[in-house]
């Protein structure tokens, strides 16, 4: 063979490929193993080339988009790897649109692949089946990084480009979409290796000036967010190091294991908030902190974000350093050897301090008992998922979390319903440990009907749902607030027990905590799809615990 025919070293060989099967062979590439969709006529050549694909990948089928989409954000909050879906586009694409919404509030790595119309008729308002105006500006907005495969020979760099780029920086989602006409296309095909991260440079002089300002400050408190997921045993040694409680309200859960009673939730860390000379916040915004428990020039901040934008964005901290947390955390806790000063052992005053709040918590009461069985049934790493309803708020605040990506709840979007397709995917990235999803009546039949999903997949999802017939949170607002006008917050429910058989899933109802606990100990063991329903009445509201008032200087807006 002349030299110049010869495959250079190191580059794979072209393949004959269609579109669809670049791209199958590029997830596989980059470890995607599992595609949650539903599928339709304009991406029926990828389907095919899934099919082709074999045992090596998965397709994971719903009933409905936002269920698919749900599925693989669940997945990737469970993992902290890259997960991908597949919906049709138009309605599709819209179906799937709140999770993909979650998923960028969250920074989950979620990867879209979307269908489109015929190539030509893109932009010309043809009326084509399932034809949106300008779909690729909507993915845009929803999206850092989108992109449109025109053919097979650009494929595997582009889903290669995607793939990076939700790593990358501030991680999150990202989306490809491809026309009916296109992901059939042949050609000679080369595939590529992923792009490996490019980790921003460690700004010695500032981790020098973070570790000073710690070292020095009386009173630090650990704030840590989603952003310190994968940050769990350098935030637990700093917290030794600093004597600094550690606060996490949704997203931080679990990076301080909550049987450490330096772990906190908002309403002891608004206390310290109050008492602290200097924080530290790891992977979050640290919006509710500062814009409701106020900020004032005696309370230096050092911030810790992959996103260069963030730290300065509410309120410019101290010291920014950028990049992700654990190699950032690891530099910080070598450089205090230098500068760290001896304090007293709080270990102490936090107990005393965590009683205390328990007594205070004795209001919750009636969510709390619920919140405690489940804990005790849920083992160590099994992972919790929290729903918007009146038992989640009391678990963000006291269901003790015991390791990373294990307490999952839907970020700021705190959208209702996210919970048991959620789960699903969950469980089923993770089918070694026990899931469970925690639901009001209201948020359950968002997504209960891939129940069937379940069924379809044998995924061993646990789900609890909390049948006040009522959306129950609402309800007590307009009771509390707006003199008992009661509107639009009266729920008619199904029989939740005989809809999950219905299903051939288990159904079980527990009238109280503890046959709530002997249900959930029995569903565990036996790892099958299982809903166990507890009626329960009004509860008690929870607000004083979340939203509370300013401790310190000026509030922002
Ligand atoms: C997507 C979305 N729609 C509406 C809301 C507003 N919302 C918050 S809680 C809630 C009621 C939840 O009802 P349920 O799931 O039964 O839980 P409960 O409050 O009864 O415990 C509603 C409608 C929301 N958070 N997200
Ligand atoms: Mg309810």
Request: aromatic share 6%; net charge positive.
């Amino acid at each position: 063979m002349p030299e110049s025919k010869r495959p250079k070293k190191n580059k794979p060989a072209a393949l004959d490929m269609s579109t669809g099967e670049a791209t199958a062979a590029s997830l596989l590439a980059h470890g995607i193993k599992t595609v949650y969709a539903l599928p339709g006529v304009h991406n029926d050549h990828l389907f095919d080339a899934f099919h082709r694909a074999g045992d090596t990948l998965r397709v994971v089928h719903t009933r409905h988009e936002q269920g698919a989409a749900y599925m693989a954000l669940g997945a990737a909050l469970a993992t902290g790897k890259p997960q991908a879906y597949c919906v049709v586009p138009g309605p599709g694409l819209l179906n799937s649109g709140a999770a993909l919404l979650t998923a960028y509030g969250m920074n989950a790595p979620v990867l879209a692949l979307i269908g489109q119309i015929p190539h030509a008729a893109i932009g010309r308002g043809l009326g084509h089946l399932h034809e949106i105006r300008d779909q690729a500006g909507i993915i845009a907005r929803l999206v850092d990084h989108s992109a449109h495969i025109n053919g097979p020979v650009e494929t595997p760099a582009k889903v290669a480009k995607a793939i990076a780029s939700m790593r990358q920086g501030r991680p999150g989602p990202a989306a490809l979409e491809c026309a009916i006409d296109v992901w059939g296309k042949r050609g000679r095909v080369a595939l590529v290796p992923p792009i490996p991260p490019r980790a921003p440079l460690i700004d010695e002089d500032k981790v020098r000036a973070a570790a000073k300002l710690l070292g020095r400050a009386k009173r630090v408190l650990i704030v840590v967010g989603g952003g310190a997921q994968d940050a769990s045993s350098e935030v637990t040694q700093l917290s030794r190091l600093l004597q600094a409680p550690v606060m996490a309200y949704r997203r931080g859960r679990g990076v301080l294991d909550g049987r450490n009673p330096y772990s906190v939730t908002p309403p002891l860390g608004r206390e310290l908030w109050g008492e602290a000379d200097a924080v530290l916040a790891v992977g979050t915004r640290l919006l509710n902190p500062i814009t409701h428990w106020g900020i004032d020039n005696k309370l230096q901040i050092v911030r810790i974000d992959a996103d260069r934008e963030e730290p300065a964005r509410l309120h410019k901290p101290k010291v920014a350093l950028i990049g992700d947390a654990a190699p950032l955390l690891r530099k910080l806790i070598a450089e205090l050897e230098k500068y760290n000063s001896r304090r007293a052992p709080r270990h102490d005053e936090m107990l005393g301090r965590q009683v205390k709040l328990r007594e205070r918590l004795d209001k919750l009461s009636p969510q709390l008992a619920f919140v405690d069985v489940i804990r005790a049934e849920l083992p160590e790493e099994g992972i919790y998922v929290d729903d918007v309803t009146q038992i989640g708020f009391a678990a963000r605040v006291a269901f003790p979390v015991y390791r990373p990506r294990t307490f999952l709840s839907p970020g700021y979007q705190d959208n209702l319903g996210w919970g048991y397709a959620s789960a699903l995917g969950a469980q089923h990235a993770r089918p070694e440990v026990p899931v469970v999803a925690v639901s009001g009546d209201g948020g359950f039949l968002y997504t209960g009907n891939e129940l069937a999903t379940a069924m379809r997949h044998r995924i061993p999802l646990v789900a609890v749902v909390f049948a006040d017939g009522a959306y129950g949170n609402v309800r007590r607002i307009q009771e509390e607030d707006f003199g008992n006008r009661l509107i639009a917050s009266d729920l008619v429910n199904p029989d939740f027990v005989k809809y999950a058989e219905s299903f051939g899933a288990a159904g079980r109802r527990a009238r109280n905590p503890q046959e709530l606990g002997i249900a959930l100990k029995a569903a565990f063991a036996r790892r099958e799809p299982t809903v166990i329903e507890v009626p329960i009445g009004p509860m008690p509201s929870p607000w004083e615990f979340l939203h509370m008032p300013r401790v310190r200087g000026k509030k922002l807006p």
